[in-house]
Nanobody, 122 residues
Framework: QVQLVESGGGLVQAGGSLKLSCAAS????????MAWFRQAPGKERELVAG????????DYEDSVKGRFTISRDNAKNTVYLQMNSLKAEDTAVYYC???????????????WGQGTQVTVSS
């Protein structure tokens, strides 16, 4: 089992940047594919970005490509999401999640953080 704790959310103006962090504890961090999801009010939870066990492969939702970067530091048991050129439509609760496979659906992830709010003012 793995426990996940996100940090770094907040209020930012459109065009600004934020960096989210997710610290993991428990089982070996490098054994998990890591992802960031987000959920806006009234909308389904969606995959924002994912990163493979070694960090060599990444996946991004189309609307964030070129603006967001996911990375991980297995020595620090931490995954990051650097968010640049933020838009009002990026406003959501952002969740860190871990899975043993490379999945794209929320239901395939068994471990979740508590979420961190990101609000982008226009």
């Amino acid at each position: 089992q793995v426990q996940l704790v996100e940090s770094g959310g907040g209020l930012v103006q459109a065009g600004g940047s934020l960096k989210l962090s997710c610290a993991a504890s428990g089982r070996t961090f490098s054994a998990y594919y890591m992802a960031w999801f987000r959920q806006a009010p009234g909308k389904e939870r969606e995959l924002v970005a994912g990163i493979s066990w070694s960090g060599g492969d990444t996946d991004y939702e189309d609307s964030v490509k070129g603006r967001f970067t996911i990375s991980r530091d297995n020595a620090k048991n931490t995954v990051y999401l650097q968010m640049n050129s933020l838009k009002a439509e990026d406003t959501a609760v952002y969740y860190c999640a871990a899975a043993e496979g490379r999945y794209y659906r929320p239901l395939d992830y068994h471990y979740w953080g508590q979420g961190t709010q990101v609000t982008v003012s226009s």
